[in-house]
């Protein structure tokens, strides 16, 4: 099922990381428009960045300061939404912006326009690289724990006496029994091996 896009931004909390100028003053008058609570930082002052990253729910920084913006963070990649303002297009720099994970971007000078469609797009690419990053975790998982499926087939195979098509039928009623995925009950027999055995007895 597709998820709705998310299309409004009333009452969320942006933190803007740039310095005091007109594009901060654009950028700040437009979001506030649009509903959102805006909270305006300079980029050299890192404690500010830090307090006011816990509560942020979208972050908007200026690469033309994104060394002070990754110190500020640790070094660590944004976990919220964000969106990069490119101003001076030095591959360092831009290089540097990329390790924070932007999911949109910005131009200097800025303007009222665009600035909803960068919020559209970074609120839900993020969202959707969050779900591809979940379903990878889930894909991954599974394949770790493949090889205990494989062994309790073999183990019911050894303890039945049946094929592998009917060792896998067992192993799924079961599973299906006790509410498991496959994967999940074969993990939980490779931790208990005398239920693996018992089991395949009274089956």
């Keep these: 099922m597709t998820r709705r896009l998310i ?14 100028d007109r594009n901060r003053a654009v950028l700040t008058e437009t979001l506030t428009r649009l509903g959102l609570k805006v909270q305006a930082v300079d980029p050299a002052d890192a404690p500010a960045i830090r307090g006011a990253l816990s509560d942020a729910e979208i972050v908007i920084f200026d690469t033309d300061m994104a060394e002070a913006v990754a110190l500020a963070c640790g070094g660590e990649r944004i976990a919220v939404p964000a969106i990069a303002i ?15 994970e932007p999911s949109a971007v910005l131009h200097k000078p800025l303007r009222s326009t665009g600035i909803y469609s960068a919020l559209f797009f970074a609120a839900n690419e993020q969202r959707r690289r969050l779900d591809l990053a ?18 309790a087939i073999v183990q019911l195979m050894r303890d039945r006496g049946v094929d592998d098509e ?38």
């Design 166 to 203: 009917e060792a896998f039928r067992l192993l799924r009623k079961e599973s299906m029994r006790r509410r498991l995925t496959i994967e999940e009950y074969a993990v939980h027999l490779a931790a208990n091996p005398r239920e693996s055995v018992k089991k395949a007895r009274e089956a």
């Design 86 to 100: 490119v101003g001076l297009e030095a591959p360092g720099r831009l290089q540097r912006a990329l390790e924070l």
């Design 7 to 20: 299309q409004n931004f009333r009452g969320v909390n942006a933190l803007v990381i740039h310095g005091e």
């Design 134 to 151: 979940a379903k990878m975790q889930l894909l991954e998982g599974r394949h770790r724990s493949r090889r205990f499926v494989t062994r």
